[in-house]
Nanobody, 125 residues
């Protein structure tokens, strides 16, 4: 059974940084394309960005480009989301997700096979 566990969320002031991690167990992590999603209060869950199984390519939504960075360590079964210059609008529950497919449609929520439980990120103004 594949499990994803996020960590690193918390409360930070605007302009600050946080680093989220997602550890995957029970599967072949190096074969999974990975992504981060977020869900703000009262809103739908949306994609933040994705990374290919090898780590060779990353993708981001426009609102986080230049501020957020996704990386992975296949030896440690971990994917990370480094968030800098945080804004109150970044407040959300952040989820990691894993996609087993060969073709990576990173922005589509229905592409992902496994999900973590989420970690809260709160950015105060």
């Amino acid at each position: 059974q594949v499990q994803l566990v996020e960590s690193g969320g918390g409360l930070v002031q605007a302009g600050g940084s946080l680093r989220l991690s997602c550890t995957v167990s029970g599967g072949t992590f190096s074969r999974y394309n990975m992504a981060w999603f977020r869900q703000a209060p009262g809103k739908e869950r949306t994609v933040v960005g994705g990374i290919t199984s090898s780590g060779g390519r990353t993708y981001y939504v426009d609102s986080v480009k230049g501020r957020f960075t996704i990386s992975r360590d296949n030896a440690k079964n971990t994917v990370n989301l480094q968030m800098n210059s945080l804004e109150p609008e970044d407040t959300a529950v952040y989820y990691c997700a894993a996609d087993r497919s060969y073709i990576f449609t990173w922005s589509r929520e229905d592409s992902y096979d496994y999900w973590g439980q989420g970690t809260q990120v709160t950015v105060s103004s």
